[in-house]
């Protein structure tokens, strides 16, 4: 007679859960910060975000004349963190992308929380195929994304 084996989700190590809670900390004062800068001028249009961080203007915009392949995503975590979903989305400024992303960690931080509390992943078996997959797809957007900026940066400049 053979033993059953049983599908059990292995416990995560202290190492796993501690680094979870640093990243929560982290999403959590990434968004503290995003609430508080100001994404609206005195007459309530959409302006840059960057300036009020401190921070100069895209080094690789003001180098090549092109956006970055990440260019309006800080833009879009503050819209998104003010409520604004559709500035956040089709906002010259912003980046859809960034939005998926901002959502994104917006779900993980509740996730991280029950999986500390658990002390095993909630949802899944492991973090890593999950976590891999989500970067490919994030990934990918941003840079599809890009080269349809680009080629419609092109063909401004040359139509």
């Not at 059990?8 to 680094?19: I, S």
């Not at 003001?62 to 260019?71: A, V």
């Not at 999950?130 to 401004?156: D, K, M, N």
Request: with cysteine; net charge neutral; hydrophobic share 50%.
């Amino acid at each position: 007679m053979e033993p059953e084996v049983l599908d059990v989700v292995p416990v995560m190590g202290v190492w796993v859960r501690v680094t979870l809670l640093l990243i929560t900390v982290g999403l959590v004062a990434v968004f503290a910060v995003a609430r508080l800068i100001q994404p609206y001028d005195d007459e309530g249009a959409v302006r840059e975000t960057y300036p009020e961080l401190g921070l100069p203007p895209c080094t690789f915009k003001y180098i090549t004349g092109l956006p970055c392949p990440s260019c309006g995503m800080t833009h879009s975590f503050v819209l998104l963190m003010h409520g604004d979903v559709k500035n956040s989305l089709a906002s010259k400024l912003s980046n859809p992308i960034g939005t998926l992303l901002a959502s994104f960690c917006l779900a993980l931080i509740p996730w991280n929380i029950a999986s500390i509390a658990r002390k095993r992943p909630l949802f899944v078996w492991t973090i890593e195929v999950p976590l891999t997959r989500l970067i490919v797809v994030f990934l990918s957007l941003t840079l599809v994304r890009w080269f349809i900026l680009l080629g419609w940066y092109a063909c401004e400049r040359y139509f």
